[in-house]
């Protein structure tokens, strides 16, 4: 039995660098966003010195590490066999936590996950022992748990959202109202002043009060105290100068140093603060397992008492894990998801919002406007407008949503605010050993300085403030889920430690491997054969031929979904329907894209070619009605089959193949005339489109004497109606689709074809 202490102590020890890897992953965009999204340095520059901060910040997070050996619960109250399987419990419930919120793309806080998985195994591990004493009650829970400073850290952490949030917003409507969006003037005039107030709060907050988190500050505590006001005063006039010369010489925006050095010290700060959550438990399960060795006492009699004195910090290890984290900077796909939705959520133009408005975004943001006009109404006008002039953007080419991924989200003033503020707020809490969350505290600041550049407008507010209140949920999701998840695992474990070890072991190997997997397979941008794309050309021949695949594509895809709604429904195929009602979806997503695109379409045309609009749009609206009564067509399939009600009679399936039939011999010749461009062979199939509707018509007359005199299902009635009548509008847009690109070819390629008098 004694050997299974320190195969724990091995496991804690692999799940430690797993975590690494998967924090570093989620913890990644606390440091990387603002010069990512800025597009100020180069992705390598920013990786090296990001790089360079991480490992610089592993020394200084040594003040840390008590957090995870006494800020949670009380260890005199436990033996060394229940803090085994406490650190146990908190490693295993850490490491899925964390990954399933990387898989999901989502940012969420290391030191939220840690701190409740630490507080929840305590917890669980004191009630277990409280149960099975005779004179203790659930109020002497106050004895094992170290309330005092779990409530601190926890308030610490509510507390940061606010602030990070509010900080973030003045500072950035401050520095928006005295540089404008039109800064590159007014940088070359301010820019020293500005950086040097940047820098010199980047360097104390971040080295000198992150100084105070380590055993060296010890060293240097005779140099530093009572002389903070000349080492500011001092450190501002340097950068200041430094700032002034670095423009005058480099004939380069000061901007970029500011983004470098932010991104340098908020690694570094991070790391220094961020560290604790991932080795701070396998090196408080380390020194645990060293003092029980030594003492040679029974491991459910040696008190963890040990735990309560200062260890000194283990160099070495420090380093390693700076290393690892480095390491996982570099080759992690999965910070890349992360990174990606905070980006989109500060980006300052138009992009693909990845999350739907819902109730209270929409609540929050008609009280914001409802506030917004108050102000307007009680602020002069002068004054609101010297105020807007500020925040008036430059003029640019109007970006499609797919262009606005690869272009900067927001410019070089934000990014610097972002990490000047973000950085300054960590140190100061690193300072005061107060495990803050980087995360809440970046995403948040992040999230101010968008609030106050107006990069929530109109048209993006519900998206983004839906986005915000998403991640914020489950940020409240990972403290919950921490308490309850690593309360089960340590009452499994302590149930029977040898047999359940194990098996909580191998379900998390079976667990992250396959949410690698599946990520790895969702983040792979396979592009279809038959997906749809923009148009681009200026011209309205340009757009005829690219608007040609897209029209070749739905056609191809609409005859495949409507053969397997009536296959389905002929076979009570639920599995079938079921798939097919997700392509119908996926078709109709894609053309809803296209048409979003249009203000940019016609944003981006020639003045000679406006003619081109009127098509596109008329050709996006076709498509569109297509695909309703497609979805229409699925739907209604679906739930037939799925409300188990009676299948269609032989005659009725009969009739609807006979449909189906020709529908799908009108799709594949207009999906070769489109993919040959042979438009000439549109007005032979419109020429034949009476036949077609002839022949549904006369479906719908046989139904109506059916159910006069056979039928005996009301629903078997209301589907086939249902399906022949859609049949008839889906018939009825791909005719009009089909006449207006009939129209519109024949007229431009008529002044081609026609020989002037010269020529005659």
């Excluded at 800064?183 to 100084?211: D, V, W």
């Excluded at 796909?333 to 209270?360: C, D, Y």
């Amino acid at each position: 039995m004694d050997n299974i202490y320190l195969l724990m102590l091995i496991a804690i020890t692999v799940l430690a660098v797993a975590d690494i890897v998967v924090g570093v992953s989620n913890d990644a965009i606390n440091f990387l966003n603002s010069a990512i999204g800025s597009k100020a340095i180069s992705l390598r520059t920013i990786m090296i010195v990001a790089s360079l901060g991480i490992f610089i910040g592993a020394v200084f997070s040594s003040g840390m590490m008590e957090v995870a050996r006494k800020g949670i619960f009380v260890p005199a109250m436990f033996n060394f066999e229940e803090i085994m399987y406490i650190f146990m419990a908190v490693m295993i419930t850490d490491i899925l936590l964390l990954d399933f919120f990387n898989t999901l793309g989502l940012p969420t806080s290391t030191t939220v996950s840690i701190v409740f998985n630490l507080l929840g195994a305590a917890v669980v591990m004191s009630l277990i022992k409280i149960s099975a004493s005779d004179s203790q009650t659930f109020a002497n829970l106050g004895d094992y748990i170290n309330t005092k400073k779990a409530l601190e850290i926890i308030r610490g952490i509510i507390m940061s959202v606010f602030i990070a949030f509010t900080v973030g917003a003045i500072v950035q409507w401050i520095s928006r109202l005295v540089f404008t969006f039109h800064y590159e003037k007014k940088i070359k005039n301010f820019g020293a002043i500005f950086g040097g107030i940047s820098l010199a709060a980047i360097t104390y907050f971040i080295f000198l009060k992150g100084l105070k988190g380590t055993p060296y500050y010890k060293d240097l505590k005779g140099l530093l105290d009572g002389n903070e006001f000349l080492i500011i005063l001092a450190s501002l006039i340097f950068w200041t100068l430094f700032s002034f010369g670095f423009q005058k010489v480099f004939k380069k925006t000061i901007l970029l140093v500011v983004i470098a050095v932010g991104t340098f010290g908020l690694a570094l700060a991070f790391s220094g603060n961020d560290l604790v959550n991932f080795i701070g438990v396998p090196m408080a399960a380390y020194h645990s397992y060293e003092a029980w060795t030594a003492s040679g006492i029974d491991a459910s009699l040696f008190s963890m008492e040990v735990l309560d004195k200062k260890v000194p910090a283990e160099p070495l290890l420090l380093f390693i894990a700076g290393g690892i984290m480095v390491l996982t900077l570099w080759f992690s796909k999965k910070a890349k998801t992360v990174a990606e939705t905070e980006i989109s959520l500060s980006r300052q133009g138009e992009t693909h919002e990845k999350f739907e408005p819902n109730i209270l975004s929409r609540s929050v943001v008609k009280a914001s406007t409802w506030i917004s006009d108050l102000f307007s109404n009680i602020m002069p006008v002068s004054t609101q407008e010297k105020i807007g002039k500020s925040f008036e953007k430059p003029d640019t080419i109007a970006l499609t949503k797919d262009q606005s991924v690869n272009a900067p989200a927001f410019d070089m003033i934000r990014a610097s605010v972002n990490l000047m503020v973000a950085g300054v707020l960590i140190a100061i809490a690193t300072s005061m050993k107060l495990p803050l969350s980087t995360t809440y505290v970046t995403f948040m600041v992040a999230m101010g300085t968008s609030f106050a550049d107006r990069a929530w407008g109109r048209e993006s507010a519900v998206y983004r403030v839906a986005g915000v209140l998403n991640v914020i949920g489950g940020w409240f999701g990972t403290a919950i889920g921490a308490f309850i998840a690593a309360g089960t695992v340590v009452f499994l474990i302590k149930w029977n430690p040898s047999v359940m070890t194990p098996i909580l072991l191998l379900l998390t190997i079976i667990l992250l491997v396959r949410n690698y997997l599946s990520h790895k397979k969702g983040s792979k941008k396979v592009i279809d054969e038959d997906s749809l794309t923009q148009a681009e050309s200026s011209s309205i021949q340009g757009v005829i031929h690219e608007s040609a695949n897209n029209i070749a594509n739905v056609v191809k895809r609409g005859n495949k979904i409507y053969s397997s709604a009536i296959n389905g429904l002929a076979k009570q195929d639920l599995i079938l329907l079921k798939k097919n009602k997700k392509n119908i979806v996926k078709l109709s997503n894609e053309i809803d894209e296209l048409r979003d695109n249009i203000f940019y379409f016609i944003k981006n045309l020639d003045e000679s070619s406006l003619g081109a609009s009127n098509f596109y749009i008329n050709i996006l609206g076709y498509l569109q009605d297509m695909t309703q009564s497609l979805e229409y067509v699925s739907k209604v399939s679906h739930k037939h089959v799925n409300n188990n009600h009676k299948k269609l009679k032989f005659n009725q399936i009969k009739e609807l193949k006979q449909i189906d039939q020709d529908l799908e011999s009108l799709f594949n010749r207009t999906k070769k005339a489109f993919d040959s461009r042979s438009f000439e062979q549109i007005g032979a199939i419109l020429n034949n489109k009476k036949d077609v509707f002839d022949l549904v018509t006369e479906k719908i007359q046989r139904q109506v004497e059916r159910t006069r005199t056979e039928e005996s299902s009301p629903k078997n009635t209301t589907l086939y109606f249902s399906l022949l009548l859609e049949t008839k509008d889906l018939l009825t847009a791909t005719m009009n689709l089909l006449q207006e690109y009939h129209n519109a070819h024949d007229a431009s390629v008529e002044p081609a074809t026609i020989p002037t008098d010269e020529e005659e």
